[in-house]
């Protein structure tokens, strides 16, 4: 396992203004070109809207401002920090479940008085962080009782999100924990035996599931089955994707979203847009931006000199994937519609701020390695 | 193997699935969703033509489209429809039928079509539904156009009226012409020219938002207005001849000899076709049904009348023409008539009797036992077949729905009907126009038109002519010659028109009184129809006997005698006398048509 970083050792040539600046330049090129893409989608997605692009833009220069930032501090204090950021978090949660602010229909807000925020975007960093953290104090891989303490420190806060509910965010922090015990080195008939159980636990998390949760899995295994109700969503971006064919309508010329048969076209359902206008090549234009950008992180993790950001580094890469393939399966009518944005592309809210200050954990990891002697 | 490099190979194969996925939508079934797409995106929206309007002779308007604004209701955008109907007649008053006739739509249209609730929205309605219009997603209010008729009561049996189509309209009409239309004429010529009035749908392939809403419109071919109407009634006729009956109930119709023009068409009493229109409400309506005088009855169409004495000058012509009597023929009145070795009498009205008569002082001093002995004479199927030249017991195909027939009745007819044989007192009361012989007014003014015009039988017709929307000309409607009598000696013809003109202008005609002081020279016949039988020696008396089995007073005439202009039928319920009711009612109606100078 170490085989792959001992081999590695940087040069001097490369230690040039990326380092001084704590900028990964190929992850930065990669990131401004979906952010770019993500913007004339949603130019056209928004129907023309300047009001929004500006918001946008300012929501983009905020988080390029905030990954800049993180990407300063050394994996060490980030480190240090993992426990009591972890914490916090948890704390948030449970003020938000006793006292936070609702919004259609969910309770994901706490109001600071100074921003209202949504603990559970901290969480999306903290779990795989706080996971890393105790499991890289252990030796790798680690014991039975190291992977159940693990497997709580994920489960806590993930069900108090699938609470709120927001199954969605909930999915994301279990995938990016369980990435981080895998990564860890979890013994595969150990994942074989987890893989039985979650099966069987089916039924159980199907009790637990609120109605429109259930409502969901129902649409999705037969969309038609309610074609102006919960199957509305999906038939219509079905129907945007499909009629896109391989070269789209072309920009703005997408009569699907245009005309207002695709809701949430701006926010989860901008896939479609993009779809329909930009066809099967503007999604593989998009998909091959997504991969590099995976790719770079897989690179770091790989390159990472300690196990604590090897794994954190690896999670944070992974989860990015996870999160746009949720997205783009729920939308193409793969996945139940769970409410998770595009990444980069969706207009809105935390998650992006929340994503680019995980590429600025990426940069710090990459950025703060130690020479090694050459 | 790397864990890493196995995670990333883990994504990929995810990868793999969803661009499975979207080359199964964006490839394989690009053609159906690219459908579907269009579907959602294209809708066909029918522009219905405007109705066509419906004008007099001389050009008023008798029938028009007004502006009049709708409540509309797209039933794909409610939840919950009792919901939205309950919220709504909070705000504006719904009545039961129009809430039925909804729900009735309802069922049978598409969920994406609007359906009118509330026709015709009084200004208040609008602004009270606008304030509340946010509490109401998928009802809507349009403006369009709504029939009225301006002169109200004017015509109105003869107009008739166009209602909103109901479930029955909706099984009978041509749907896709009818998409999106409202009105369809439901009686009267408005029915009967429903196909020309109405025109031809237009349709429009429009761009709609998913909530219906018109963004642009990608295609579009026009409607075909309905074609307009020129009536051939005379309005000031029509007014005057409604006017002359005053409080009386009845029909009269004019006709022009010349063509078959109807000049006018009396039903009455008469009513308001407008509230008709929108839906007329259960307490109108049957305040309309209930009454005894049957307002809505077409009497002009379908009431059905003995003749009476009116019928003597056509059976005086198929005397003389068939040989059976001349002019000079004499017979005896001595108030009564019996047959051979019968003891039952036939009376003369007049109880004393007329003394030795002929036909010119039998039709104008009306004695019935010349005719009762004529009608002997000729037997039952000569009178059968030569009346049934002037249209009796047949319809007259007049251009208006609902015609009934009358009833000259005939050997064939009493077999078939009652299976009985004829017997010949029979015989002797159908001389005069009573017993089984029935005839609507309309045909009895066409009988008049023929007599008028020299034996020529033609289709009453109350268009004269259409007028496509687009254009000024009139295309014309030609009228109909159905037959053409055959005259044996135009002698005939003559007398018995000089005694029609003697019953008008001599001084012992039953008409005198209204020919004393007119102007032109007129031909008529009085005529007294039974409505209930008298015993054998009881003795009519108009004034102890109840209004409602009073005599109906009839007469015909038709003027200037020597070169008619127009022939007409009255027929007064229950008037009593032909000769001092009816006869002026026709009076005034000549005198509308000849004596006022067309405008």
């Given at each position: 396992m170490n085989i792959a970083l001992g081999r590695h050792h940087a040069d001097a040539s490369k230690r040039g203004w990326q380092y001084r600046l704590h900028i990964d330049a190929p992850l930065l090129l990669a990131l401004i070109a979906v952010a770019g893409y993500g913007l004339i989608v949603l130019y056209s997605a928004s129907g023309g809207d300047a009001g929004i692009i500006e918001r946008q833009l300012v929501r983009l220069g905020i988080a390029f401002s905030g990954m800049f930032v993180i990407a300063q501090v050394?994996?060490?204090?980030?480190?240090?920090?993992?426990?009591?950021?972890?914490?916090?978090?948890?704390?948030?949660?449970?003020?938000?479940?006793?006292?936070?602010?609702?919004?259609?229909?969910?309770?994901?807000?706490?109001?600071?008085?100074?921003?209202?925020?949504?603990?559970?975007?901290?969480?999306?960093?903290?779990?795989?962080?706080?996971?890393?953290?105790?499991?890289?104090?252990?030796?790798?891989?680690?014991?039975?009782?190291?992977?159940?303490?693990?497997?709580?420190?994920?489960?806590?806060?993930?069900?108090?999100?699938?609470?709120?509910?927001?199954?969605?965010?909930?999915?994301?922090?279990?995938?990016?924990?369980?990435?981080?015990?895998?990564?860890?080195?979890?013994?595969?008939?150990?994942?074989?035996?987890?893989?039985?159980l979650t099966a069987?636990?089916?039924?159980?998390?199907?009790?637990?599931?609120?109605?429109?949760?259930?409502?969901?899995?129902?649409?999705?295994?037969?969309?038609?089955?309610?074609?102006?109700?919960?199957?509305?969503?999906?038939?219509?971006?079905?129907?945007?994707?499909?009629?896109?064919?391989?070269?789209?309508?072309?920009?703005?010329?997408?009569?699907?979203?245009?005309?207002?048969?695709?809701?949430?076209?701006?926010?989860?359902?901008?896939?479609?847009?993009?779809?329909?206008?930009?066809?099967?090549?503007?999604?593989?234009?998009?998909?091959?931006?997504?991969?590099?950008?995976?790719?770079?992180?897989?690179?770091?993790?790989?390159?990472?000199?300690?196990?604590?950001?090897?794994?954190?580094?690896?999670?944070?890469?992974?989860?990015?994937?996870?999160?746009?393939?949720?997205?783009?399966?729920?939308?193409?009518?793969?996945?139940?519609?769970?409410?998770?944005?595009?990444?980069?592309?969706?207009?809105?809210?935390?998650?992006?701020?929340?994503m680019m200050a995980g590429f600025g954990i990426l940069m710090s990891i990459q950025t703060h390695r130690k020479l090694l002697a050459t | 193997m790397h864990r890493a490099v196995v995670l990333l190979v883990l994504g990929g194969?995810?990868?793999?699935?969803?661009?499975?996925?979207?080359?199964?939508?964006?490839?394989?079934?690009?053609?159906?969703?690219?459908?579907?797409?269009?579907?959602?995106?294209?809708?066909?929206?029918?522009?219905?033509?405007?109705?066509?309007?419906?004008?007099?002779?001389?050009?008023?308007?008798?029938?028009?489209?007004?502006?009049?604004?709708?409540?509309?209701?797209?039933?794909e955008q409610i939840d919950s429809m009792t919901a939205t109907l309950d919220g709504l007649a909070d705000i504006i008053e719904i009545r039961e039928s129009d809430r039925s006739r909804f729900e009735q739509l309802l069922a049978r249209k598409p969920r994406f079509e609007a359906i009118p609730l509330l026709l015709n929205l009084s200004d208040e309605e609008v602004a009270r539904f606008s304030v509340n219009r946010h509490r109401f997603p998928g009802v809507d209010i349009t403006a369009g156009l709504?029939?009225?008729?301006?002169?109200?009561t004017l015509g109105a049996h003869a107009l008739g009226y166009v209602g909103r189509i109901d479930e029955q309209a909706l099984k009978e009409l041509d749907t896709s012409n009818y998409r999106g239309t409202t009105y369809v004429g439901k009686i009267g010529i408005e029915k009967t020219y429903e196909s020309l009035l109405h025109g031809t749908v237009g349709l429009q392939q429009v761009e709609t938002t998913a909530q219906g809403r018109v963004l642009r419109v990608l295609n579009r071919q026009a409607p075909v207005s309905g074609r307009n109407l020129y009536l051939t009634l005379d309005s000031r006729i029509q007014l005057a001849a409604e006017a002359a009956f005053g409080d009386y109930s009845g029909s009269a119709i004019a006709i022009d000899p010349d063509n078959g023009d109807i000049l006018a068409?009396?039903?009455?009493?008469?009513?308001?076709?407008?509230?008709?229109?929108?839906?007329?409400?259960?307490?109108?309506?049957?305040?309309?049904?209930?009454?005894?005088?049957?307002?809505?009855?077409?009497?002009?169409?379908?009431?059905?009348?003995?003749?009476?004495?009116?019928?003597?000058?056509?059976?005086?012509?198929?005397?003389?023409?068939?040989?059976?009597?001349?002019?000079?023929?004499?017979?005896?009145?001595?108030?009564?008539?019996?047959?051979?070795?019968?003891?039952?009498?036939?009376?003369?009205?007049?109880?004393?009797?007329?003394?030795?008569?002929?036909?010119?002082?039998?039709?104008?001093?009306?004695?019935?036992?010349?005719?009762?002995?004529?009608?002997?004479?000729?037997?039952?199927?000569?009178?059968?077949?030569?009346?049934?030249?002037?249209?009796?017991?047949?319809?007259?195909?007049?251009?208006?729905?609902?015609?009934?027939?009358?009833?000259?009745?005939?050997?064939d007819w009493k077999r078939r009907r009652h299976d009985q044989p004829w017997f010949p007192g029979e015989t002797i009361i159908t001389g005069i126009g009573q017993g089984f012989f029935l005839v609507t007014p309309l045909q009895l003014a066409a009988a008049t038109t023929a007599l008028a015009n020299g034996g020529h039988m033609l289709q009453p017709n109350i268009v004269y002519a259409e007028q496509a929307a687009s254009s000024q000309a009139l295309i014309p409607h030609t009228p109909r010659l159905l037959d053409t009598i055959t005259i044996n000696q135009q002698q005939h013809w003559d007398d018995v028109i000089k005694s029609m003109i003697d019953v008008v202008h001599s001084q012992r005609g039953t008409a005198r009184s209204i020919g004393v002081d007119s102007p032109y020279e007129i031909a008529g016949k009085t005529g007294t129809a039974q409505v209930f039988g008298l015993k054998q020696e009881e003795k009519y008396d108009a004034k102890t006997i109840d209004e409602k089995l009073r005599d109906h007073a009839l007469f015909i005439a038709f003027a200037p005698a020597d070169e008619p202009k127009i022939a007409v039928a009255v027929i007064v319920e229950n008037g009593g006398s032909g000769g001092s009711v009816a006869a002026p009612i026709a009076r005034q109606i000549l005198d509308a048509y000849l004596l006022e100078p067309t405008p």
């Amino acid at each position: 396992m170490n085989i792959a970083l001992g081999r590695h050792h940087a040069d001097a040539s490369k230690r040039g203004w990326q380092y001084r600046l704590h900028i990964d330049a190929p992850l930065l090129l990669a990131l401004i070109a979906v952010a770019g893409y993500g913007l004339i989608v949603l130019y056209s997605a928004s129907g023309g809207d300047a009001g929004i692009i500006e918001r946008q833009l300012v929501r983009l220069g905020i988080a390029f401002s905030g990954m800049f930032v993180i990407a300063q501090v050394p994996p060490r204090l980030l480190q240090r920090l993992t426990p009591w950021a972890f914490m916090t978090g948890v704390l948030f949660l449970l003020a938000v479940l006793i006292g936070g602010e609702t919004s259609g229909g969910a309770q994901r807000w706490l109001n600071l008085y100074i921003v209202r925020f949504q603990p559970s975007e901290l969480m999306k960093l903290a779990v795989p962080m706080m996971v890393a953290w105790y499991l890289a104090e252990a030796r790798l891989p680690p014991h039975r009782w190291q992977l159940l303490a693990a497997a709580v420190l994920i489960a806590v806060p993930m069900a108090m999100i699938a609470k709120q509910p927001d199954l969605g965010t909930a999915v994301l922090i279990a995938s990016s924990g369980f990435f981080v015990l895998f990564l860890a080195g979890l013994q595969w008939r150990l994942l074989a035996f987890f893989s039985v159980l979650t099966a069987a636990a089916t039924p159980v998390i199907w009790h637990f599931m609120h109605d429109y949760q259930r409502q969901r899995v129902i649409t999705l295994l037969n969309p038609e089955s309610d074609p102006l109700g919960s199957g509305y969503h999906i038939i219509q971006s079905k129907i945007a994707i499909g009629s896109g064919g391989l070269f789209g309508k072309g920009w703005m010329n997408g009569t699907q979203s245009h005309l207002d048969f695709l809701p949430e076209r701006s926010t989860d359902f901008i896939f479609a847009v993009l779809g329909e206008e930009f066809g099967f090549l503007g999604i593989l234009l998009l998909f091959g931006i997504y991969a590099l950008i995976v790719l770079r992180g897989m690179m770091i993790a790989i390159q990472a000199q300690d196990s604590y950001t090897r794994m954190l580094a690896g999670s944070l890469s992974m989860t990015f994937c996870v999160y746009f393939i949720v997205n783009t399966g729920m939308v193409t009518g793969l996945l139940p519609v769970v409410g998770l944005p595009l990444p980069m592309i969706s207009y809105g809210g935390t998650s992006i701020v929340t994503m680019m200050a995980g590429f600025g954990i990426l940069m710090s990891i990459q950025t703060h390695r130690k020479l090694l002697a050459t | 193997m790397h864990r890493a490099v196995v995670l990333l190979v883990l994504g990929g194969m995810l990868c793999l699935v969803l661009f499975g996925r979207l080359l199964y939508l964006q490839v394989i079934e690009h053609d159906h969703y690219r459908t579907l797409s269009e579907d959602n995106r294209v809708k066909l929206q029918p522009i219905v033509p405007n109705r066509g309007l419906i004008y007099d002779r001389n050009g008023i308007l008798l029938a028009e489209n007004l502006p009049s604004y709708r409540l509309e209701i797209t039933p794909e955008q409610i939840d919950s429809m009792t919901a939205t109907l309950d919220g709504l007649a909070d705000i504006i008053e719904i009545r039961e039928s129009d809430r039925s006739r909804f729900e009735q739509l309802l069922a049978r249209k598409p969920r994406f079509e609007a359906i009118p609730l509330l026709l015709n929205l009084s200004d208040e309605e609008v602004a009270r539904f606008s304030v509340n219009r946010h509490r109401f997603p998928g009802v809507d209010i349009t403006a369009g156009l709504a029939r009225h008729y301006p002169h109200g009561t004017l015509g109105a049996h003869a107009l008739g009226y166009v209602g909103r189509i109901d479930e029955q309209a909706l099984k009978e009409l041509d749907t896709s012409n009818y998409r999106g239309t409202t009105y369809v004429g439901k009686i009267g010529i408005e029915k009967t020219y429903e196909s020309l009035l109405h025109g031809t749908v237009g349709l429009q392939q429009v761009e709609t938002t998913a909530q219906g809403r018109v963004l642009r419109v990608l295609n579009r071919q026009a409607p075909v207005s309905g074609r307009n109407l020129y009536l051939t009634l005379d309005s000031r006729i029509q007014l005057a001849a409604e006017a002359a009956f005053g409080d009386y109930s009845g029909s009269a119709i004019a006709i022009d000899p010349d063509n078959g023009d109807i000049l006018a068409f009396v039903s009455l009493p008469t009513y308001d076709p407008n509230p008709f229109v929108n839906g007329i409400d259960h307490a109108a309506y049957d305040a309309l049904r209930n009454n005894d005088r049957q307002p809505l009855f077409n009497r002009a169409l379908r009431g059905q009348y003995p003749p009476g004495s009116t019928v003597k000058p056509f059976m005086g012509l198929a005397g003389l023409e068939q040989g059976v009597t001349t002019e000079h023929s004499s017979t005896y009145c001595p108030g009564f008539y019996m047959l051979p070795g019968n003891s039952r009498k036939y009376r003369d009205w007049k109880r004393a009797g007329h003394g030795t008569v002929n036909l010119n002082i039998s039709i104008t001093q009306s004695c019935d036992v010349y005719f009762y002995d004529l009608a002997l004479s000729l037997g039952i199927d000569n009178i059968h077949s030569y009346l049934g030249q002037f249209g009796f017991g047949r319809s007259t195909g007049i251009d208006i729905l609902g015609e009934l027939s009358g009833l000259l009745p005939s050997r064939d007819w009493k077999r078939r009907r009652h299976d009985q044989p004829w017997f010949p007192g029979e015989t002797i009361i159908t001389g005069i126009g009573q017993g089984f012989f029935l005839v609507t007014p309309l045909q009895l003014a066409a009988a008049t038109t023929a007599l008028a015009n020299g034996g020529h039988m033609l289709q009453p017709n109350i268009v004269y002519a259409e007028q496509a929307a687009s254009s000024q000309a009139l295309i014309p409607h030609t009228p109909r010659l159905l037959d053409t009598i055959t005259i044996n000696q135009q002698q005939h013809w003559d007398d018995v028109i000089k005694s029609m003109i003697d019953v008008v202008h001599s001084q012992r005609g039953t008409a005198r009184s209204i020919g004393v002081d007119s102007p032109y020279e007129i031909a008529g016949k009085t005529g007294t129809a039974q409505v209930f039988g008298l015993k054998q020696e009881e003795k009519y008396d108009a004034k102890t006997i109840d209004e409602k089995l009073r005599d109906h007073a009839l007469f015909i005439a038709f003027a200037p005698a020597d070169e008619p202009k127009i022939a007409v039928a009255v027929i007064v319920e229950n008037g009593g006398s032909g000769g001092s009711v009816a006869a002026p009612i026709a009076r005034q109606i000549l005198d509308a048509y000849l004596l006022e100078p067309t405008p």
